[in-house]
Structures are given as C-alpha cells and as structure tokens.
C-alpha cells in the first residue's frame, strides 16, 4: 500500500441509507464516499445531499452490476467501510445485501480493518440474515473486516387520507 492509499478512506452506501434518520450514520469529510442505487429519482436526491461523493447507478439484485461496481471500488483501491440499508420486510432487498457482501469483501479485505454496518427495519426476512452473517462471521473475521447489525423498529407511517 502506498502513502497515499494509507490516508483513503473508501465508503460505500446504498442510497436506501440516505432515508434513514440523519444521526444514524457518520460519514468522514474526508473519506470519498460512493453512493449506488437503481432508482433514477434517488440518486439524484443524493446527488442533492451528498454533492462530493460519486453516484453509481447499480441494482443490487444483478450480479453484473455488483460486479462492475465491485470493479470500481477496487480501481480506487478497495473499500474501507460498506454501510447498506433495507427494509427487513422484503426478502429480495435483504437477499441483495447478502449478495453485496459477498460481492465487496474481497474490496474490503484488500485493505485490513475494512467495516460492514447493515441497517434493516424488523421484518420477516431479518432472521435469514441474521444466520447469513452467523455463518460467514468467521471468515469476516479472518479477514480483519468487522460486521455490525442494526435492527430498528418498523416505523409507521401515517395513511393520507
């Protein structure tokens, strides 16, 4: 690793994070933050709350695109921290972060002490997530990359009538 990659701070976030409660996450002012999602009218919104970080169309639940992602975060020289959000609810949504982080360890392992955070809303699909980490928590481990899981409350959003 050179000087100058030792100072980088990578940080990928879906734009499903960019909804929750703004003290829920921190990001460094100095890190270089990428934001990926599908949703044209998202990224543009993050474009609008995170103008420095680099925006990546990508859908979480194609493989290709997880891969061209993942290609790109190695070309900046791997990934420090990977911070997902989802609602626990919808099993395709908590599948895809599965799916992302098998796709971005090896960009996470390329520099040591690399950090998961996965943000999910209670629902029904938490539980398989939460055996998908049991399972591969030892190998995270081997590989210095910490996991964090943060289940919250099902927020309930008002009917307009």
Excluded: K, W, Y
Excluded at 124 to 152: H, K, M
């Amino acid at each position: 690793m050179t000087s100058q990659e030792a100072g980088r701070n990578v940080i990928l976030i879906n734009a499903a994070v960019l909804s929750l409660p703004r003290e829920t996450i921190t990001l460094d002012e100095a890190a270089t933050v990428f934001v990926a999602g599908r949703s044209v009218v998202q990224m543009t919104l993050a474009e609008l709350a995170l103008p420095d970080a680099h925006m990546v169309l990508t859908d979480f639940s194609q493989s290709a695109s997880l891969s061209a992602l993942n290609a790109t975060l190695q070309a900046a020289g791997g990934l420090d921290r990977l911070i997902l959000a989802a609602d626990g609810e919808e099993s395709e949504a908590v599948f895809s972060l599965m799916c992302a982080v098998l796709t971005f360890r090896p960009a996470l392992r390329r520099r040591r002490g690399g950090r998961i955070e996965l943000i999910l809303e209670d629902g029904r699909a938490v539980p398989s997530l939460v055996e998908f980490l049991q399972r591969i928590g030892g190998t995270l481990d081997l590989d210095g990359i910490a996991t964090e899981l943060r289940i919250t409350e099902r927020r309930i959003v008002p009917a307009v009538a």
